[in-house]
Structure formats: C-alpha cells, structure tokens
C-alpha cells in the first residue's frame, strides 16, 4: 500500500467517524437525517463520488431538498476541516468519504454514482 492511499484511508476514516458520530462541526438535525434515511432507503438520495447526497431521481418535496442541504452543509465542512488537518484539498476528503461511505456505511439496495458514472444500486 502507498503512503498516498494509505493516508487517504486515515482521512476516509476520521471523515466516516465525524458522519457517524457528528460533532459541533457537522451538526444535522433528527429530521433531516430521518428523512434523508428513508430517502435513500427509497431510492430517491443517494452517495456521490464527491462526498456528497444527490437525487438519485428528482423530488419534488421541499423538505427533502432542504434536508439534503442541511447534510452537505455540515459535510461540506467537515471536509474542509478533515483537509486543513490533513494537508489535502476538501474534495480528496470528500472522495475519501465517499470510499468508505460506499463500502462500509451503504445497505444493499441504497444507491451510489461513482466519478464520471450514473447512479448505480448497491
């Protein structure tokens, strides 16, 4: 293993502990990870490639569109924080995010869209 992607991995990792176990930095509120939850469970959200939650198909729901903001907020800035730590820029945490994200945190049947592809069902 390289010491790029091993460092990577350590960013991935510490970016999926701060999802997992938010912190002032990511602040979500119950409501719109309840409803991103059961958006994804649905088919409607998904993970992309840079970290962040997109439309698997178009909702027209407010509240939904609301909810997804509020999550890429807090990750937009949980990532801009993992990369001043870590000396990379915040969209190589977000990809490192999303690694992890997809391989440890995606239930079967969630949607993902790798870089440069559609959404694809896991």
Not at 8 to 33: C, D, N, R
Not at 66 to 89: D, F, H, M, P, T
Request: net charge positive; aromatic share 6%.
């Amino acid at each position: 293993m390289t010491m790029q992607t091993r460092d990577m991995l350590g960013i991935g990792a510490a970016v999926m502990a701060a999802l997992v176990l938010p912190t002032a930095g990511f602040a979500q509120s119950a409501a719109a990870k309840a409803a991103v939850d059961a958006a994804k469970a649905a088919g409607i959200v998904g993970e992309q490639a840079d970290g962040f939650l997109g439309f698997v198909v178009a909702s027209p729901d407010p509240a939904l569109k609301a909810a997804v903001a509020e999550i890429n907020a807090g990750r937009a800035q949980l990532y801009r924080e993992a990369a001043a730590k870590n000396g990379v820029s915040p969209e190589a945490a977000g990809a490192s995010a999303f690694r992890q994200v997809v391989q440890a945190k995606l239930k079967p049947g969630e949607y993902f869209k790798p870089a440069g592809g559609g959404w694809v069902k896991k």
